[in-house]
């Protein structure tokens, strides 16, 4: 059983920057491809950035040029680095590892972009 937990969430004023970590337990990590989603307040969720184990990238368009995706497989943690972040993009952020549809999935970190 793969457990992922989500770190580095909070508050942070617009215009500003995080980085969320997203580490795995277990030894399949490298092999599956890893995203990131997010689920704003009565909203689906949906994916903000996906990573294969070939680290080929994948955005949303709503974030192209604001955050980069990656990984380290020696450490099993894939990470999100955003920047430029806009009000828009408070969410619960989920980090997810081998595809949504029969992937593991964190608890989930919060990410508010509020003044």
């Known amino acids: 059983q793969v457990q992922l937990v989500e770190s580095g969430g909070g508050l942070v004023q617009p215009g500003g920057s995080l980085r969320l970590s997203c580490a795995a337990s277990?030894?399949?990590?490298?092999?599956?491809?890893a995203g990131w989603y997010r689920q704003a307040p009565g909203k689906q969720r949906e994916l903000v950035a996906a990573?294969?184990?070939?680290?080929?990238?994948n955005y949303a368009d709503s974030v192209k040029g604001r955050f980069t995706i990656s990984r380290d497989n020696a450490k099993n943690t894939v990470y999100l680095q955003m920047n430029s972040l806009k009000s828009e993009d408070t969410a619960v952020y989920y980090c997810?590892?081998?595809?949504?549809?029969?992937?593991?999935w964190g608890l989930g970190t919060l990410v508010t972009v509020s003044s």
């Open positions: 997810n590892l081998g595809g949504s549809a029969m992937g593991y």
């Open positions: 277990g030894s399949i990590f490298s092999r599956y491809a």
């Open positions: 990573i294969t184990s070939g680290r080929i990238t």
